[in-house]
């Protein structure tokens, strides 16, 4: 069976203290990992896929990164605003395409 | 492109009562889902459809939970009779693997459900 298990669960972090974010995946083959941030009343919203291992996606101060059996969300100097739930989510190869199992997420908050 | 739009925001309902759910892909995209959130189980995948076609229903939790896609811009998830339990955020997401997309799925705004 899919599984993808993110870690921790919450992070609090001081302004400008850079971390990361873990996601743990057991596929029977990876078609793709998806990252996403999902704010308080709100539909999650896309960041990065990953394809391959050793693969590596920027965008400001995320980058996102990708291994055989796990991913991280590195953030580097965060600010108050980038509190937010970060969801996982992969796309095995043996689904109907299209279909991702995510993962619970991980809920972070940056205190000024 | 406006997003996915969901209707309605907010829906407060009785027990027994027939509740209706509305969602309007983003335009060209060919998949869609409904999810379930809540605190306790987290985002919960219901049905899924490719081009209006019901593929997998296998998280519907049970008869009362229907969904229909009758054309490429429209989907209804329906409870009918609804219960406390059904409380949740219902999210509707699309997406596609053409034109460079590669089924990142992008959400509407959910629409909020209460059960009394």
């Known amino acids: 069976e899919d599984q993808v298990t993110q870690s921790p669960e919450a992070l609090r972090l001081q302004e400008g203290e850079s971390s990361s974010l873990n996601c743990s995946y057991t596929?029977?083959?990876?078609?793709?990992l998806f990252w996403y941030r999902q704010d308080p009343g709100k539909g999650p919203e896309f960041l990065f896929t990953l394809y391959s291992a050793g693969e590596e996606k920027e965008k400001e101060r995320l980058k996102a990164t990708l291994t055989k059996k796990e991913s991280f969300l590195h953030i580097t100097a965060p600010k108050p605003e980038d509190s937010a739930t970060y969801l996982c989510?992969?796309?095995?190869?043996?689904?109907?395409?299209?279909?991702?199992?995510f993962g619970d997420g991980t809920t972070l908050t940056v205190k000024p | 492109d406006a997003g996915v739009i969901q209707s309605p925001r907010h829906e407060v309902t009785e027990m027994g009562q027939e509740v209706t759910l509305r969602c309007k892909p983003i335009s060209g995209h060919d998949y869609l889902f409904w999810y379930r959130q809540t605190m306790m189980r987290g985002l919960e995948l219901l049905i899924y459809?490719?081009?209006?076609?019901?593929?997998?229903d296998s998280g519907m939790p049970e008869d009362r939970f229907s969904a229909k896609m009758p054309n490429a811009s429209f989907s209804t998830l329906k409870i009918q009779p609804s219960e406390p339990r059904d409380s949740a955020v219902y999210f509707c997401a699309s997406s596609t693997h053409r034109r460079s997309s590669s089924y990142e799925q992008y959400f509407g705004p959910g629409t909020r459900l209460t059960v009394t």
């Open positions: 459809f490719n081009n209006n076609v019901p593929i997998d």
């Open positions: 596929v029977s083959g990876l078609r793709g």
């Open positions: 989510a992969v796309r095995p190869q043996n689904t109907n395409a299209g279909k991702s199992t």
